[in-house]
């Protein structure tokens, strides 16, 4: 089994920056890719972004990207999203998932294993 724990949401003024933590603990081994998705009120969860197993290839959602940025700390099994310019419509729920794929996956079904979720609260 593998526990993610999310942290670092918060309220911030649009424009502003958060840095959200995943933290996986217990069998972390077979981790391969971490996906972060949010989910905003009455909406469907989508995917932000991704990092490889290897932490070498980072991908992103088009609504994100130049904003987002996602790294990998594999001696801590840390995985954090960096989020600048944030805008009232980040305003979500962010959760990152563990899959066993090496390669980043952008499909929520891909995911074995997800955190609680932190929110994020982007104000005008």
């Known amino acids: 089994q593998v526990q993610l724990v999310e942290s670092g949401g918060g309220l911030v003024q649009a424009a502003g920056s958060l840095r959200l933590s995943c933290a996986a603990s217990?069998?972390?081994?077979?981790?391969?890719?971490i996906g972060w998705f949010r989910q905003a009120l009455g909406k469907e969860r989508e995917f932000v972004g991704g990092?490889?197993?290897?932490?070498?290839?980072?991908q992103y959602a088009d609504s994100v990207k130049a904003r987002f940025s996602i790294s990998r700390d594999n001696t801590k099994n840390t995985v954090y999203l960096q989020m600048n310019s944030l805008k009232p419509e980040d305003t979500a729920v962010y959760y990152c998932?563990?899959?066993?794929?090496?390669?980043?996956?952008?499909?929520?079904?891909?995911?074995?294993?997800w955190g609680q979720g932190t929110q994020v609260i982007v104000s005008a």
């Open positions: 998932a563990a899959t066993f794929s090496r390669p980043i996956q952008t499909n929520r079904d891909a995911y074995h294993y």
């Open positions: 217990g069998l972390t081994f077979n981790i391969g890719a």
């Open positions: 990092i490889s197993g290897s932490g070498r290839t980072a």
